[in-house]
């Protein structure tokens, strides 16, 4: 598969089948995150693969309501860091953008192996910290769900998840985000 087609591929899916998580997909997506670029190669991130039925379950206490098809999840991927692993450019904080850059390589290639790998942010994070025996310090970003895509939808979503499991939803125009020059002047579509 190549980028465009991963780019247009991936989904947030919330309708997941079981996939076999072993060290070799691990150690693919570890790689994967190893080589992205941060500012000055601060290399920000700190990532833990849950796995384990026990933590996965203990972690499923700590969602938002909304998430419940995220107990159908093979795999959860935490993403953490804090502002002092990366660049501090004056106001600018580059931990989050870095980590995320890093995130993003990672579920573009969960999705050229056919996975699903929908980043949440919908959990309770001090509660997640704790489960996850990750220091007060950190923040925690965001937590990967890692499954297959189920052609059965998941029946705990609501009637807004259910039409996204059959259409991307909408996207803003690109005159709405997209300027050419200066901020003045808007993309034509
Ligand atoms: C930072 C972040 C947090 C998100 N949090 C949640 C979440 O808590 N629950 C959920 O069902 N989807 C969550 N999503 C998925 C978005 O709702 C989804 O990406 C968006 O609706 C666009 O759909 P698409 O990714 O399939 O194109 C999150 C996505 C991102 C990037």
């Known amino acids: 598969m190549n980028v465009i087609e991963a780019i247009k ?21 570890a790689e994967i995150v ?5 500012c000055a190669n601060k290399q920000p991130w700190n990532i833990i693969f849950i796995t384990e039925k026990e933590q996965l379950n203990r972690l499923f206490t700590v969602l938002s309501t909304g998430n419940k098809w995220v107990k ?9 860091s804090k502002p002092e692993n990366d660049c501090i450019i004056g106001e600018r904080y580059y931990y989050l953008f870095d980590t995320g850059m890093a995130t993003a390589m990672l579920i573009l290639r969960a999705t050229e192996l056919g996975l699903v790998a929908h980043p949440i942010a919908g959990f309770k994070e001090g509660k997640a910290k704790e489960i996850l025996e990750i220091p007060d310090e950190m923040r925690l970003i965001t937590l990967v769900i890692i499954g297959k895509h189920s052609k059965e939808i998941n029946p705990v979503l609501s009637d807004a998840m259910k039409l996204g499991e059959k259409q991307r939803p909408p996207r803003k125009k690109l005159e709405d985000f997209i300027y050419v020059n200066n901020f003045n002047t808007k993309f034509n579509e």
């Open 9 to 29: 591929k991936r989904r947030a899916y919330r309708s997941l089948d079981p996939i076999e998580v072993n060290d070799e997909l691990i150690r693919d997506f």
């Open 34 to 38: 190893k080589i992205s670029p941060s």
């Open 72 to 80: 159908k999840a093979s795999m959860i991927i935490a993403v953490f």
